[in-house]
């Protein structure tokens, strides 16, 4: 059962297009991981889907509902982020009491526990943490409420890298007693690959990307040869990236389907995996030269 | 969305919201203690040859100070920092705007009470405090009565503090209104102070100078839903959490 529609969705901001004609859709009790540059729509994209942003054109269907200004949607999803504003005087206590009374699946065991492991006060106040307990304390949140539809924009923001690891467990571990639909967006794909089951990759308002994480790690290999040898062999196909490995040799990247290994290795060339994360970046680049071509 | 659903939602909000928005009880405290000192001085007084003055001491002051408070409270709930604690939990902007409306019903009517009461203490403070010969209480009425008047300082607590919602959403609406409407406010005051503009004075009689109960419930009442509606149709496609 598809839990999240999207079709044709653009949102405007000013004049610039944060989401263009982005349509996917995600089906229920599935982990989506929501991966991107800085500015891809990411945010905007789950700001839509909690309902608490306006799409601009386009059909937006959340639990076969339109989810802005829908009660239906607010009760059963939950949009995480590091700005959520608590009110300052209810301590941290207080504010996950709060929680259970607003949602009804909401689990006190788990909240509790998880509020106990991580060494909360329960007098403290919600804007005297600092970022890392913040955003722990605001996943707590997004864990406990158990709504159908769980959206964390860069949940981990702040976090160690211990805590990190720690919270992706108590994620996959709660999601598998409790199935429901999450998508998350993060920079740290490398950390997120156990989790993940899709990745939705956007660039600038846009789809680039859709596809289990399985077939993500396999999108593309690494090819190390001769310039000639390699440029030469790869006329015509479409190098997401490439740059030089040594004197006369060269590193290109490329998609999987597009080539034969063993051809490439009767021509004498390395094949070498390469992450998914590294996909993902150089299916985004700006183009070729990076960053270096600023200061030419 | 069900009926059932929206006032489950506005339910849990009501309450929410009261724990949110306590500061306002101590705004409301201060309001009122300053409006009870400064009526000390009497809101009224005749003077005659061969009696001396004659001082009238009442909850007037006060009353018209709560107004204020209950205009500025109300205007407050839909400024940013208030309305990112409310877009927390489960909400949509109906239920929000019901729930505030009946908060801010619940608002005035500690207001008023409170109000209404802080007769009593002004005269009892006047009576101790002070050496004045007391000629008459005036207080001696029906509790049905005395529960009409309550009610009566309720609901204009309730409309001011809709007539703030109404322009705090306005205002959300469109940042013009943050000028336009001081503007027209103060212009309205000028106009009343030099030339006793008649449609100004019309207005205020209409609503202040209403002496039957049912009339006052019914042009407060509909005074409150009409600023609400506008508040409800001029927010219905914002965005929250910006």
Partial sequence: MEVIHCENVTKLQGKAKALDQLSFSIKENTITGLIGRNGAGKTTLLKILGGLWRETSGEVKVLSRRPFNSLYVSENSIYIDDAFHFPSHLNLKEIL??????????????????FDYFEFHPKQTHANLSKGKR??????????????????????????????????????????????????????????????????????????????MDELKEFAVGLTGRSEVLLQWLRGKTILHQQNAGPNELYAVVKKEDISLPEAQRLGMTISPVSSSDVCVYITDRGQGGIDRVFR | MSFAELGKAVRKQFFYKFKLFFGLFYSLIITQAIAIVFSFNGTGSISSGQIGQIHFYSADIVLVFTFGWAFISALQLTTKPFRDNEYLFVFNRLSSHLSNLLFLLALSFIGGLSAYLSG??????????????????????????VVAGIITIVLYIWMFASLGYMVGSLVQFQKVFAILIPSIIIGCLILVALSESEAIIRIGKFYFFESSFLLVFIKTTATVCLCFLISAVSTNHLEVRK
């Fill in chain 1, 97 to 114: 009491r709060e929680g259970e009374r607003f949602y009804p699946n909401w689990n006190r065991t788990l909240a509790e526990r998880l």
């Fill in chain 1, 135 to 212: 955003s722990t304390f605001n996943m707590i949140i997004g864990l406990a409420s158990r709504c159908k539809v769980t959206l964390y924009d860069e949940p981990t923001a702040g976090m160690d890298r211990a805590v990190r690891k720690e919270m992706y467990r108590v994620l996959l571990k709660d999601y598998l007693e409790y199935p429901r639909t999450i998508i998350i967006s993060s920079h740290y794909l490398e950390e997120l690959e156990d989790l993940l089951e899709d990745v939705l990759l956007l660039d600038n308002g846009k789809k680039v990307l859709h596809l289990p």
């Fill in chain 2, 120 to 145: 009593y203490l002004l005269k009892v403070a006047v009576y101790m405090f002070f050496d004045f010969q007391l000629i008459g209480t005036n207080d001696i009425t029906s509790p049905a009565v």
